[in-house]
């Protein structure tokens, strides 16, 4: 009932920048946190940075400094721009929302199919 899609992915040199991007669509009632977390294969999903509908946000100890989550509420949309970019943050990157969809008072995750970020040495 809400679709994530993530835009913005690709192939970096290390230092470079890439800036993520991801829309929420569907039977929206409201949202409540969104955020990007990362995945590489064989390895447990962590956390990147989160941000709250009211702009309160949240990073990973390893980005921090180096990464910027921001949102645009009206558009349903929330961001990441990615700088100072190394090849330890090769991953697959996936957008996170907590939602509320129209006429459910109950809140659940959501989560989008994901983008590639490889950033080479």
């Known amino acids: 009932q809400v679709q994530l899609v993530e835009s913005g992915g690709g192939l970096v040199q290390a230092g470079g920048s890439l800036r993520l991007s991801c829309a929420a669509s569907g039977r929206i009632g409201s949202i409540n946190t969104m955020g990007w977390y990362r995945q590489a294969p064989g390895k447990q999903r962590e956390l990147v940075a989160t941000?709250?509908?009211?702009?309160?946000?949240n990073y990973a100890d390893s980005v921090k400094g180096r990464f910027t989550i921001s949102r645009d509420n009206a558009k349903n949309t929330v961001y990441l721009q990615m700088s100072g970019l190394k090849p330890e943050d090769t991953d697959h990157y996936y957008c996170y929302a907590l939602c509320r969809t129209v006429l459910d008072t109950r809140w659940y995750d959501y989560w989008g199919q994901g983008t590639q970020v490889t950033v080479s040495s």
């Open positions: 941000i709250t509908s009211g702009g309160t946000t």
